[in-house]
Every structure is written in C-alpha cells, then in structure tokens.
C-alpha cells in the first residue's frame, strides 16, 4: 500500500514538473474540408492526452463557408479549450478566417495582423439582391450567436458581413472583437496563465500555461498528401499531365512508363478536385474542349476547331471550381497548362491518324499490288523477284520466265499473281 502511494506521488511529480501541454495546429491557407479534418484530429489528441489547450496559429484569406461551420461546430464543442492566435505579424484572418476567431475560447492577435472582410461570395457567378440578402442574414444570424456567447461585440462583428469591414489588432481589441495581443506565443501563454474563461456552454475554466511545452499536431500520411495537392491549381495540372500520359500510352502501346505515371497523376488531380464544390459547366467545357481537339485531327478546319478546344478548356479551368477567388484556378495557370496541352494532344493525334491511313510499305501488306518478275515457270507454282525478294507463288494461267507479275493476294509465305500482259493497240490501216 505504501508503494503504491509511493508511486502515485511520483507520477504526480513528474506530470507537474513535465508542465501543461499545449496542441498547436496551422490554419495556413484556404479553409476547404480537409482542414475540418486537420482540426478535428487535434482535438482529439488534445482531449486523449488531457493538453491544457489547443492552439490555432491562423493565417488565412478565407474559403469555404460550409467547412468553416464545420470548423466553428468542433471548436464550440471541444472539451479542451481553443486558442485562435492571428500569426506571423503581417498574416490576417480574413472572411472565414474571421468567424474561426471569434469561435475560439480566447481570440488573440500577433502586432502587424488584420482581420474582418466577412462578406459572402458568390460562388459560380452573381447572386441576385434576394439571395444576397438570404445569404448575409443567415451568416450575420451565426456569427451573432456566436460573438454574443463569447461575450464580445456582435454589432461591429456584423458589419465585417454587412460592409465587408477589416480591423487592425489595435482596433480589434479596443472594441472588443479579440481578447488580447501578444507578440509571440510564450507571451500569449504567459498572459493567459490564471484567467478564467467561460466556455461556451457557460462553464467557468481557469487556464494554467505557464512553461506550457507545445507539441505541433502530426498530420496523417493522407491529411499531408491531400494538403499538398488540395491547391486546384495543382489539382489541375495533374489532372491534364495524367490525362496526357494516360493518351501517349492508348497512342503506344508497351511503352509502360506513361500509363503508369498518367494513372497515379490522373487519381491525384481528381482526389485533390474532389474535395473542392465543382462546376459542371465548367466540367463540360473540359469534356468539350477535349473533343474539339480530336476533331481537329480528324478534320481540315484550319486551326478553328482546336483553337476553339483550347478557350474552352481554358474557360473550363476557370470555372471549374465553384467557390470563392482564393479557390478558383487562376488565368496563368489556365493558360499555361491548357496551351501546351492543346499543341502536343493534336500533333500526337495527327500523327496516330497519318500512320493509320498511310498504306503499310513493309511486311505482306506492302507487296499488295507490287510488280515483280517470274524468274521460273510458273505453271501453276514458281517462283518470283518481287520487292527485292525472292518469293514461292502461283497463278491461275502459265507464265513463263522473264514475264512481269502482280502480286493480288498474300496467303501465308506464298504469293498469288496474275502476268501483266499488255495487249497490242489495233493499228488503222490505210
């Protein structure tokens, strides 16, 4: 029994000299969902080893709404307490980025950041006054009940929606949209240390952080890959380059190595798109745009058809994603893909057609109708000079050596011919 008291005060010793630990995971770019899941797995690593907070470094110019609540459902509903920290100096929290902030426990800003620039965007093209009006109260609806319950100023967060208003971290804090400014973490930690805070389901929580040791979240092999290729730039130059190596491979059959980099690249392109709200226009301007330039293999147009290919995939990257300005795919890299594609698709697409209709001059297809010479009786079986080549053949009528040949059938090694016979023209006479 005293052993084990004896053991139990020694690990109590020890976790209160190890300190409080603190989660620390980036909001670094555009909020799409795979960032809910990056959040939702830190906190629960947070909750699985009893961290004393989880720290949100944001950075970002917004993204989607939908996983934005998505985010702000998690935060609100995490059991260890959420500290959103606007970081480095010259980073922002804007659009979404605004509405995660302010759904944190404590909202704090690095000198030099911004934040605000809540307006909803149209997504796909513009939205008519009464779907504008429906859009902004049902986002100005949420951020109301969210600020209110954090007890900050739910009026002027409004306006962040109503006239796209952005705010310094001075004037954030002077009128009371975030908790505190700190200029660095170990700061932000230090200040916090003691304060009580009330969740949002009205519990009373004092944080303890002093010498807290952040321990940076470890994202998943898949959260890194998809976080890598979740730009849609990037998605859709993988997706093009797979779609041309997987064409080189059906044009060349055996050469292995583009089919097999063009399905991997393919699969990434459309994984990385998948997680992004598509536009089937824009869809079907691809589609079609690929269709236009197997035409103009087909067909003398002059250039039309594949220049017509080429603005329709380029209109098609535009507006393939269906989502705000930070999302979309941008003209360079429309323009700088969809060029070079349209090029390289329809000189290799010529030149598959070219050598389908060229008559074959090697192997037993290119003797067809050849002129050669018997150098035996043929009577039926004999043998001839065709090509530059000695061949066995027959034919239906006798033909003597020397006598010229035409090769009409191929079967097997064995050539079938008939003499090439030119008949004298009947002279008039006087």
């Known amino acids: 029994m005293f052993k084990q008291v004896c053991l139990a005060a020694l690990a109590a010793s ?19 969902p795979i960032t809910v899941d990056l959040l939702a797995h830190a906190l629960d690593q947070a909750a699985s080893q009893n961290a004393a907070a989880v720290l949100i470094r944001l950075n970002t110019p917004g993204g989607m709404l939908e996983a934005t609540r998505q985010i702000n459902e998690k935060i609100v509903a995490s059991r260890v307490p959420v500290i959103a920290y606007v970081t480095p100096s010259g980073g922002r929290a804007a659009s979404a980025g605004f509405f995660i902030l302010e759904a944190a426990d404590v909202a704090a800003m690095a000198p030099g950041t911004n934040t605000g620039a809540s ?9 008519d006054e009464t779907m504008r009006h429906k859009v902004e109260n049902d986002a100005a609806a949420w951020l109301r009940s969210t600020v209110e319950k954090r007890g900050r100023n739910a009026t002027l967060a409004e306006t962040t929606i109503r006239q796209a208003s952005s705010f310094t971290e001075k004037e954030a804090l002077d009128q009371h949209l975030i908790d505190l400014i700190a200029p660095n973490e170990q700061k932000l930690f230090e200040t916090l240390d003691g304060r009580e805070i009330t969740r949002f389901d009205g519990r009373k929580e004092v944080l303890h952080l ?13 959260e890194r890959i998809i976080s890598a290729i979740a730009d ?5 130059i993988l997706l093009v380059v797979g779609a041309l190596g997987l064409y080189v491979e059906f044009t060349s059959p055996g050469l292995i190595l583009p089919g097999v980099a063009g399905g991997i690249l393919l699969l990434m392109g459309l994984s990385s798109l998948a997680v992004l709200p598509l536009n089937w226009v824009g869809v079907s301007l691809l589609l079609l745009g690929g269709a236009l330039f197997i035409l103009e293999a087909h067909y003398a147009s002059h250039g039309v058809l594949g220049t017509g290919g080429t603005v329709a995939m380029v209109l098609g990257a535009l507006m393939l994603v269906d989502g705000p300005p930070e999302m979309r795919i941008r003209l360079v890299t429309a323009l700088s893909v969809s060029i070079p594609f349209a090029v390289i698709t329809m000189f290799l697409l010529t030149l598959a057609l070219r050598a389908r209709r060229n008559k074959a001059l090697t192997g037993g297809e290119g003797l067809l109708n050849e002129i050669g010479e018997a150098r035996t ?13 000695y061949w066995d053949a027959v034919s239906p009528v006798p033909v003597q050596p020397g006598e010229e040949v035409r090769v009409v059938a191929i079967e097997g090694l064995k050539l079938r011919v008939e003499p090439v016979r030119v008949e004298a023209k009947a002279v008039p006479q006087c």
């Open 119 to 127: 307006s909803p965007v149209a997504l796909g093209g513009q939205m």
């Open 377 to 389: 009786t043929l009577a039926p079986a004999g043998k001839v000079f065709v090509h530059g080549e």
């Open 232 to 236: 849609p730039n990037i998605g859709f």
């Open 210 to 222: 002093s010498g807290a040791e952040v321990v940076p979240y470890q994202p998943t092999l898949r």
């Open 14 to 32: 020890l976790l209160a000299a190890a300190g409080p630990k603190v989660i620390a995971v980036d909001i670094d770019g555009v909020i799409h």
